[in-house]
């Protein structure tokens, strides 16, 4: 489990629970590491603002964030993070490596306005 | 962008969380100075990019810079500085005695005096291929990254401390490191050179540029030009880690504050700025060394300079 203020997915079933019963989730798999920590510090910061939005983090290393691994969408991702974005139950965007707030905030408020 | 709805007000507002900010937040938080810290990152800047701190005095030789990090901010709290984190600068306004900082467009704090300690980003290769890679065979980390590359062939490309102290680490992983440098020497310490030198995995092209990236649905390699015959060649590879130095944030500065021509802060030996009252720490200042050492000294001498400035 990550040491961050977000909430945790542990399982697959947390996963497929969360994406389903949700209707915008933001999902950032990753380790404690630089590329992770400012991505992470976003998400957390975003929480209150985007309350129509579900933030959540994944141990990248946790055998169960193979779902997100081995996602399609992530098929060329050679950097961590990888972060996912779920609108009604489909990856509408996914990105690898550290994004700035401004690039989550775009993202955001395109695929879940 | 002078406003009347003001948040809070402090003595000292210090912008930027890396060593230089949280250093003079330590400083100024200890004499009672009331402090606000502003920062639009990771508190710990570009320290928290580097896997283990082998060279800052008194702490363990394997201290991550995110360990480092969460303790001079936990320090720096203790003395009573206040922090504002992961939030962006909308705007600063630094032509009266009251400076103002504006954050997320929303919320203004004041202070009589301000610590310009926002640091640098680690400088893009700026040619084509670039953004479309990143993550996707371009990294700017090699402890974040360098385990996707396990077995393959990779490029660093620089000629620094930090290109150097990275190709020996991904040689963990990578089956091949190709060193790219513009100059035909080495701006690293001769104990860096050596370690890379001497490694059997890693090899060298000097006094080349990458002129672009080679790929369509995946990273292929890159064009390179010679730097002095302008010969043109392809190098094949199936990522790039990128350590060319570092950009001083200080776009969201007024044109006020004067700048050299790479955009960093022209301070005297106090670290003053042109303006009164304003001060610049750290790697976003005009200097030649930039180390975590270098940036707590710089932390220690803006805060006392500032504190000499509110008791003037």
Sequence with gaps: ?113 | MTKNNITETYDVIILGGGPAGLTAGIYLGRAKVKTLIINEGSIGGQMVLTHAIANFPGVDIDISGRDLSLKMKAQAKAFGCDFESNVEVTGIDLSGELKQVEIDGDEVFAAKSIIIASGGTPRPLGVNGESQFKGQGISYCATCDGDFFTDKEILVVGGGNSALEEAVSLTQYARKVTVIHQFDHFQATEHAIKLAQNNAKISFIMESEIQHIIGDQTLKGVEIMHMKTKARSQVFADGIFIFIGYIANTDSLPDSIILNARNEIITDENMATNIDGVFAAGDVREKQFRQITTAVSDGTIAALSAIDYLQK
Excluded at chain 1, 20 to 33: L, S, Y
Excluded at chain 1, 55 to 69: E, S
């Design chain 1, 1 to 113: 489990m990550l040491s961050t203020n977000l909430k945790h997915l542990t399982s697959v079933e947390d996963f497929n629970q969360v994406v389903e019963n949700n209707e915008n989730v933001m999902i950032c798999c990753g380790r404690m590491g630089p590329m992770c920590l400012p991505v992470y510090d976003v998400m957390e910061n975003l929480e209150e603002k985007y309350d129509h939005v579900t933030f959540y983090d994944m141990a990248f290393d946790a055998p169960y964030a193979n779902v997100l691994r081995s996602h399609p969408k992530a098929a060329k991702f050679m950097g961590l993070p990888f972060t996912f974005y779920f609108k009604n139950g489909e990856a509408v965007e996914a990105t690898s490596s550290i994004q700035s707030k401004k690039q989550i905030k775009d993202i955001l408020d395109v695929q879940f306005s």
